[in-house]
């Protein structure tokens, strides 16, 4: 098992984020809150199924209680669609376009999207077969997403931070190496240490790249696509031309120049966009 997107469920639910920017009632809401919740759902079902769910409730009872919990999903979408017509409110005019910040938001989810495959087909494939371990680095990406949306101040742009997570990378590249003896937990440490390491780092500066809500569908459709475009060039392409995990390599190498020799600044991008436009 791998892990797969999460499909038209985060369609409805980028949407009725934007529905809720929209609402005059609830203009000073920040919607992007509503990002950290959602992964934190998709986390709580992910580590709920497999230990409770499943061993606990035959196929028909989950049949039953799944499609009551989808009409009941579509209920909620209806009265949110409902709710969004009657509404007075209107989104200001944004000071300045998201043109310029779309090729950061891409590659800032791409980068930890490829992380996390090459961590998970390394840790299954190379480190130990054991059941269900890919649920640990997935669980490790969406917490980071959680904290990032919810706690942004804990990943906080400083020396310190990068630092860590080069520092992180360095040490997986080398635990990854065999002939230097590294016992299994080290290596399956290193591994997940890293993967939270790198992904605070980049999903800390998706957060405070974040655009005006005018820009909220967008932003998450950039996002959404990067982080696809990360799983097929890992999971897809990268079999088809390589004989070996070099993947591995080259998101590793991918990930420390980004965090050494190309730091996002989207203040400057602000003001440059403020400029252009101008």
């Avoid at 009941?72 to 989104?91: D, E, K, P, Q, T």
């Avoid at 906080?156 to 931070?161: F, G, N």
């Amino acid at each position: 098992d791998q892990p797969r997107s999460r499909g038209l469920g985060d369609v409805y639910k980028r949407q009725l984020q934007y529905w809720m920017a929209f609402d005059g009632e609830m203009r000073d809401v920040n919607p992007y809150v509503q990002y950290g919740v959602s992964n934190a759902g998709s986390l709580l079902g992910l580590l709920v199924y497999p230990f409770v769910v499943e061993p606990l409730f035959d196929n028909t009872m989950q049949t039953s209680v799944w499609s009551g919990l989808y009409i009941a999903y579509g209920v909620i979408v209806l009265f949110s669609l409902v709710r969004f017509m009657r509404s007075n409110g209107s989104l200001e005019t944004p000071p300045v376009s998201s043109a310029m910040l779309k090729p950061i938001w891409f590659l800032q989810a791409l980068i930890p999207s490829a992380l996390l495959l090459v961590i998970t087909h390394y840790l299954t494939l190379d480190v130990v077969n054991l059941p269900l371990l890919w649920i640990a680095p997935l669980a490790i990406y969406l917490i980071t997403f959680v904290i990032c949306f919810l706690f942004p101040r804990v990943s906080k742009p400083s020396q310190l931070r990068s630092g860590i997570a080069v520092l992180s990378l360095l040490m997986l590249m080398l635990t990854s190496r065999p002939e230097l003896g590294f016992g299994l937990e080290w290596r399956v440490l290193a591994a997940l240490v890293c993967l939270f390491c790198v992904c605070m780092v980049f999903h800390g500066d998706l957060e405070r790249g974040k655009p005006h809500k005018q820009f909220l569908t967008a932003f998450y459709l950039v996002i959404a696509s990067g982080g696809a475009a990360g799983s097929v060039i890992v999971g897809l392409l990268a079999p088809l031309v390589f004989k070996s995990t070099f993947e591995f390599s080259i998101v590793v190498l991918a990930a420390l120049y980004y965090l050494i020799l190309h730091p996002v600044s989207y203040t400057h991008l602000r003001a440059h966009e403020t400029e252009a436009d101008l």
